[in-house]
């Protein structure tokens, strides 16, 4: 047997899709017969042989909209041609936000996780489907800029800036790497919440993924209290946010600020920022160029409407989200620098519940934040909640680090394969999460969130 995966169907249009056709040839292929608007539907599917990125494994399932007036329909296509990968093609007039008719969208394949496709509407509007545009926020304002942050989903990426590992303490890329692409690139991809931990070192910040060794024996036998590796630099993430925004107008970004570590030593680790630290973090952080300012900031940033912050056409609006135990920003902070007060907002006015799982169980996982969801949302005005879908990755897994799909990068596909085909049938139109955050973000987590606003 060669290699098989899974790809989530989700029905967000108001027309019921009827298989008319299905076809594969030395594969496992049983696509559904037919998927009811508002359902979703999970399918297995296996390459008999594994011959390389090039090979005569293929399958295809067409999908008709069934009462859609303007006749549409899609294929699923597996294909083996420059390696193994999941296709959307639009047929007949479908079409979506970015992707016009005729279009070819690429879904990707993971071996044992999952990929998705989702297209969603009311059959009047375009609808909006995996590969949506960069500036996705602003092409769909119109829907969502009425809305509070209470009432819309947001991608959300865990520890953002450990895109890349820049100095190993203990750790290296195999257990502290949580994300495939830098701050730039996950915007593309859509995200617009950034854990960000930053970590004060040689003079300047980075971010940083670290814990104390309590649970390491190794780091403690040779005396130090603190194993893991820094990110990326803070100005690099700056560059990024500001090569985006001058690109791409009026997208809300945030940035939450967490687990800030002072200067790292083998022993006598700072697990806090002192408070003329935190001053040269808020002075690494002005440098983004549309943090947002006005003179009356709300006191509940989640109880006003998005077009508060961004509206058609406008700049985008960047906030930074600090804990409630650190210091405000001094106003000036230089002759030439002036701090925007109204950017920089401690926790307790952008509020959210919600916990990760902290299980290698990718079923208790999703059942965890599931039961989450259900307790925490049973309003849409419920504070912000934010449903985190990573896979904690037990010893066993850390230590093996010659296989790639036990990384927490390898492990993120088994948690993504159960965010696409768990969470959807178990929201309502009152519950649903504010934030999805996941490790390896890509676009398909920001068309889900699409789906759901």
Not at 45 to 58: N, S, T, V
Not at 147 to 160: C, F, M, Y
Not at 295 to 317: C, E, H, M, R, W
Not at 411 to 416: I, K
Request: with cysteine; proline share 6%; aromatic share 10%.
């Amino acid at each position: 047997a060669g290699p098989g995966g899974y790809v989530t169907l989700i029905n967000a249009s108001p027309y019921d899709w009827k298989l008319t056709y299905s076809h594969s040839y030395q594969m496992d292929w049983q696509p559904a017969a037919l998927i009811p608007a508002g359902e979703s539907h999970e399918q297995y599917l296996e390459w008999w042989y594994h011959r390389g990125d090039i090979g005569d494994c293929a399958a295809e399932a067409t999908y008709e909209l069934v009462g859609s007036p303007r006749k549409e329909a899609f294929q699923l296509k597996a294909t083996q041609s420059a390696g193994k990968d999941l296709q959307i093609q639009y047929l007949d007039n479908l079409s979506s936000l970015n992707n016009p008719e005729n279009s070819l969208i690429p879904l990707g394949f993971e071996h044992d996780g999952g990929v998705s496709f989702i297209l969603s509407g009311d059959g009047t509007k375009p609808y909006v489907s995996s590969n949506p545009p960069p500036g996705w926020m602003q092409a769909t304002l119109s829907t969502i800029g009425p809305k509070t942050l209470r009432e819309i989903s947001l991608p959300a990426s865990h520890d953002a800036g450990m895109s890349e590992i820049t100095q190993e303490w203990g750790g290296i890329k195999h257990n502290t790497q949580t994300q495939s692409k830098p701050i730039g690139g996950q915007l593309i991809d859509g995200a617009r919440w950034f854990d960000i931990r930053p970590v004060h070192s040689d003079g300047g910040f980075h971010t940083g993924h670290f814990s104390e060794t309590w649970s390491n024996w190794f780091m403690k036998l040779i005396g130090a209290d603190v194993v893991g590796a820094k990110g990326r630099k803070i100005a690099d993430i700056v560059a990024d946010i500001n090569s985006f925004t001058s690109k791409h107008e009026g997208e809300l970004i945030i940035l939450d600020l967490s687990h800030e570590m002072g200067d790292i030593k083998y022993w006598g680790t700072e697990w806090k920022l002192s408070i003329e630290k935190w001053e040269y973090l808020y002075e690494a952080l002005a440098e983004i160029n549309d943090l947002w300012t006005v003179g009356n900031p709300p006191q509940d940033y989640t109880s006003v409407p998005l077009s508060t912050f961004i509206q058609p056409g406008s700049k985008s609006a960047v906030l930074v989200r600090i804990p409630g135990h650190a210091p405000l920003p001094r106003q000036t902070i230089s002759e030439y620098k002036v701090i925007p007060l109204s950017a920089f907002i401690q926790d307790s006015r952008l509020p959210f519940e919600g916990t990760y799982s902290d299980t290698d169980n990718p079923d208790h996982l999703a059942t965890d934040q599931v039961s989450k969801l259900h307790s925490m949302r049973v309003a849409s005005q419920s504070m912000m909640q934010r449903s985190t879908w990573t896979i904690t990755v037990g010893l066993a897994k850390n230590l093996d680090i010659a296989n790639k799909g036990n990384s927490i990068i390898g492990q993120a596909v088994r948690a993504h394969r159960k965010l696409f085909s768990t969470l959807w049938p178990a929201m309502s139109k009152t519950s649903y999460p504010n934030l999805i955050e996941v490790d390896d973000i890509n676009s398909q987590v920001t068309a889900l969130c699409m789906g759901i606003n």
